[in-house]
């Protein structure tokens, strides 16, 4: 097993329903399927745009969750969970019902056309940041602490939510 993190986020409703409930369903997903174990989530985080910043704004979260899934067969699952959601593709960094994004897995760097880890906007993103470190506040990548990185203090834009 290998701990990877997995950010969730989204920021228009569909007929299957809100950003919120995409991601408690997702958050579910990793909870049923026998291929994660000791699955947490963070708080939930509703953020500003990023990006494209004519839209509404996101509902995100991060999973932390130790898995036997090789990397393509977790970025394929996090996409399963994007097409149950009912995602389209409307303009890069646009809206989505359900964004589920591989950020770590265990110390990998892995650079391929399909997954980049870590994920290339960890560092520049502080709805990614602070949800993760809400799960491990000594989380390093890269021999980097993320705690110490400024965006991880960087609040602004960015309020924590109660319940998903």
């Known amino acids: 097993?290998?701990?990877?993190?997995?950010?969730?986020?989204?920021?228009?409703?569909?007929?299957?329903?809100?950003?919120?409930?995409?991601?408690?369903?997702?958050?579910?997903?990793?909870?049923?399927?026998?291929?994660?174990?000791?699955?947490?989530?963070?708080?939930?985080?509703?953020?500003?745009?990023?990006?494209?910043?004519?839209?509404?704004?996101?509902?995100?979260?991060?999973?932390?969750?130790?898995?036997d899934l090789a990397p393509l067969a977790l970025l394929d699952f996090c996409q399963s969970l994007e097409s149950?959601?009912?995602?389209?593709?409307?303009?890069?960094?646009?809206?989505r019902s359900l964004d589920v994004d591989v950020l770590l897995y265990g110390d990998d760097t892995i650079n391929n056309a399909r997954l980049t880890v870590p994920h290339e906007g960890l560092f520049a993103r502080n709805f990614v940041l602070i949800p993760m470190l809400e799960l491990d506040a000594t989380l390093m990548v890269n021999e980097q602490k993320l705690a110490d990185l400024p965006t991880s203090q960087q609040w602004q834009g960015l309020e924590k939510l109660t319940g998903v």
């Open 84 to 95: 149950a959601a009912k995602r389209t593709r409307l303009r890069h960094w646009g809206e």
């Open 1 to 67: 097993m290998i701990t990877c993190y997995i950010g969730l986020g989204g920021n228009i409703a569909n007929a299957l329903g809100t950003p919120r409930q995409h991601i408690a369903n997702a958050i579910a997903a990793f909870y049923a399927s026998p291929h994660f174990a000791n699955v947490t989530a963070s708080s939930l985080y509703q953020s500003k745009a990023f990006g494209v910043t004519d839209q509404p704004d996101f509902f995100n979260a991060v999973v932390k969750a130790d898995t």
